[in-house]
């Protein structure tokens, strides 16, 4: 079978995304019971139409999460800090929650769901 076969063959697996569930062990030690976030891969199209800057990995996050959902307005009213007016946003829900070595191991597993894993893509060495 060539190639052209095999993805017509297999289309409606392959635009699937693929999904994972991470726990975040500090919040489970906090909490009493596993704190898991889960997440699915991003599109190209997701990922390009995300704010650049140094808030990038915080909006992957908020774009490829599923549960909990980081952009609740009741939790994020719960975070906000006494005497301010507005709650906060989710990019500073996220800041809030995780810790900065939390937010970048969630984002390196979402990226690696995205297909940016070491092993995604092998070269073929011929002689």
């Known amino acids: 079978m060539d190639m052209l076969d095999m993805l017509l063959g297999a289309a409606d697996k392959i635009t699937e995304r693929p999904t994972g569930e991470f726990e975040v062990s500090r919040l489970s030690k906090i909490l009493g019971e596993k704190f898991i976030v889960k ?22 996050i908020l774009a490829a999460v599923t549960d909990p959902d980081l952009k609740s307005k009741q939790l ?46 092998e070269k073929i060495v011929k002689n």
């Open 76 to 121: 994020r009213e719960k975070f906000t800090p006494e005497g301010r007016k507005n709650p906060l946003t989710p990019v500073e829900l996220v800041e809030t929650l995780l810790l900065p070595g939390e937010a970048v191991n969630l984002y390196n597993s979402i990226m690696d769901l995205s297909g940016f894993g070491d092993d995604a893509v």
């Open 39 to 60: 997440a699915r891969a991003l599109t190209m199209a997701e990922m390009d139409a995300l704010p650049k800057g140094e808030k990038f990995k915080t909006h992957i």
